[in-house]
């Protein structure tokens, strides 16, 4: 089981290296890294949680790594939230400001002059 640990923790760096430029993007590109950078977390404290159990001879180390991963699970989860949250409200603010005429956008434009052309019609 250790060699596959080990395996699948390579392959967890080797991901989250090439995800470490992105860990600053959007909501979806913060997640991914966060779950890839997790999972790393997660593969080294479960490798030291099975020396602990096996030494000990307690489930305590075990129980332990598993309140962290928790804790780990829902730190991330409540970052991708926030920024999500963030995106939307963005996207909201930028529709207020489209609806105000204060930021004028092609559909904006597009009504003006039709609404011009009407009137030099009727």
Request: glycine share 6%; charged share 15%; with cysteine.
């Amino acid at each position: 089981m250790s060699v596959i640990g080990l395996v699948a923790l390579v392959a967890n760096l080797t991901v989250a290296g090439l995800l470490y430029r992105y860990r600053q993007g959007d909501s979806q590109a913060i997640s991914v890294w966060l779950c890839t950078r997790n999972d790393c977390i997660v593969n080294i404290a479960v490798m030291i949680a099975g020396a602990g159990v096996w030494a000990s001879r307690t489930p305590w180390p075990d129980i332990a790594v598993a309140a962290m991963v928790a804790c780990l699970g829902l730190s991330s989860a409540v970052r991708v939230i926030r920024r999500a949250l963030h995106e939307i409200r963005g996207v909201q603010a930028k529709w207020r400001f489209a609806r105000l005429n204060l930021w004028p956008t092609s559909l904006d434009l597009f009504y003006t002059s039709r609404s011009r052309a009407k009137r030099a019609f009727f």
